[in-house]
């Protein structure tokens, strides 16, 4: 036995030392379990599945203008070898993200929080950072990889959560939490990128301060939950990246860098900024869906979050959820059996009803977990020539207290008929020229912001309600 034991210390050791490489930006060589093929391997397979959650925010000239400025950033990082990617989601979240490979995303959401260029080129400098880190991988090879999810990765406990991931393969994809000293480097290699591309670099510190008000101060349901528990404290970032653009500014000898604010300002005028109606939104505790014609309520204080895929809802103790989804089948009993066998179901019973005149499936199904029953009632609905999937999830054990909060939402789903529902247009962000000197507060109200929203745009301008804005000065206000 004391001879097995040697041999497999002496093979782990033997794994061990091949598996470290050189780090791309350190020079260390640190233990990874991922090859670069690999990484590249996952970014394909993952970005496809990211597009599918979100979808593609349409938009040629903002589209141009990251392409170019991450091709330009890529050229001069610690990988330029690989083939980039930069990619516009269609999300009012206030974020960025990479997976490995080099595919880098925007929400819609962050590009219309950015006051200039260089608060974009600082953050895009943040996570091509964390591809040519390697942070992705390092964090696989720690096996630190957590299932996403804005609600059920947050609030869903894990039993339940795993069956709710499976409803949607969105909601599958891997995504990284990384550590502080993770962020800090690639804080500093966002400094380095963007100072490198000629942009100053001090504007991205503005920025963490901005995305630390969203978070905190009005406007947090554009904000991920979490962002920035994992990120140094925005204060010390912001004097940190200051030091640091600093310190770049003279290494390179640059002391006329780019800021770009008007420019900027005008290329986004015209995104929509929060929820577009168009692909559903939550007015008093209701689920309103303008295309597709339908509406159900949602239990009061539960969480719920909204993705072109489908729409979940969440517990606040975290022990149940619902979502929505399509499911393809020619008929009811076809999607009840295609839902059975994709969730690996048992039916329990299930019986045809029908949900205010529409024809319907009401089923209850098991799943065996390592960790115990989940139980499911689900309303299989047919309207408007789809068949969608009202599916409840809860432990066996918490089934019967969840089971009105189900049938009061599921057997309320109706089809959508007032107008001022059907025709609701998004708000966008419109560029407008200060005409005279005043506070930021002041010109709002000249633009005839309500009183209620005047700190939700102090903060989406960068500023502060008593900041004075110059005689023809371009300031960001929110308009259908």
Known sequence: MKKHKNTLFAVSIALLFSSCAKNPVTGNREIMLMSESQEIALGQQSDPQIVAQFGLYE???LQRFISEKGQQMAAISHRDNLNYEFKIVDSPVINAFAVPGGYVYFTRGILAHFN???????????EIGHITARHSAQQQSKAQ????????????SPQVARLGNELSQGVGLLFLKFGRDDERESDRLGVEY?????YDAEEMGDFFLTLQRAQGGGEEGNAVPGFLSTHP?????FETVNQLAAEWQQKLNQPNLKVNRESYLRMIDGIIYGEDPKQGF??????YHPELKFKFPIPAQWMHQNSPQQFQMASQDGNAMMALTLVPGESLEAAAQQLLQQY???????????????????????QQQQGGVIRTLTYLIQYGGNIYSLMGISSAANFNNYMQAFTSTMQSFSQLTEPDKLNRQPERIRI???????????ALRNFNTPENRLEELAILNGLQLNDRVEKGMLIKTVAQ
């Open 59 to 61: 938009n040629a000239a």
């Open 194 to 198: 963007s100072t490198k591309i000629g």
């Open 116 to 126: 200039n260029e260089a608060q974009f080129a600082g953050v895009l400098g943040h």
């Open 145 to 156: 990889l957590a299932q996403f999810g804005l609600v059920l990765g947050s609030v869903v």
């Open 432 to 442: 407008k020229t200060v005409a005279q000197s005043t506070t930021l507060a002041q």
């Open 282 to 287: 939550v007015e008093n505790n209701t689920f």
């Open 233 to 237: 404290n925005p204060g010390e970032r």
């Open 344 to 366: 690996q179901l048992q039916q329990v019973e299930a019986q045809k009803t029908t949900v205010n005149g529409l024809p319907a499936i009401a089923m209850v199904a098991d």
